[in-house]
């Protein structure tokens, strides 16, 4: 099983940025999608979610109306587009695959650092 996520780096105040989450060795389709991050200190929080089928998802209410998570189950990819963000959106964000609700496979993470 392999996630692999790319797209972070250093973005100002109110730039934008699009993570990519590319994953083999599981069946994609059958699992909900999610992003989570953890800044320095905290506790990993979930980000976004999507599933299976059907697009159905939720965010947490710190990112509502800034980010869209969405995926592609021909080609087995999960993205989060970012805008507007905030020095608080720092974080190492990851690409979860979830089981039942919980993270069943995760990826090595990818840093974003909202800094001006």
């Known amino acids: 099983v392999q996630l692999v996520e790319s797209g972070g780096g250093l973005v100002q105040p109110g730039g934008s940025l699009r993570l990519s989450c590319a994953t083999s060795?599981?069946?994609?389709?059958?699992?909900?999608m999610s992003w989570y991050r953890q800044a320095p200190g905290k506790e990993r929080e979930l980000v976004a979610a999507?599933?299976?089928?059907?697009?159905?998802?939720n965010y947490a209410d710190s990112v509502k109306g800034r980010f869209t998570i969405s995926r592609d189950n021909a080609k087995n990819t999960v993205d989060l587009q970012m805008n507007s963000l905030k020095p608080e959106d720092t974080a190492v964000y990851y690409c979860?695959?979830?089981?039942?609700?919980?993270?069943?496979?995760w990826g090595q993470g990818t840093q974003v650092t909202v800094s001006s």
């Open positions: 979860i695959a979830l089981q039942r609700g919980y993270p069943r496979y």
């Open positions: 060795g599981f069946t994609f389709s059958r699992y909900h």
């Open positions: 999507i599933a299976s089928v059907g697009g159905d998802t």
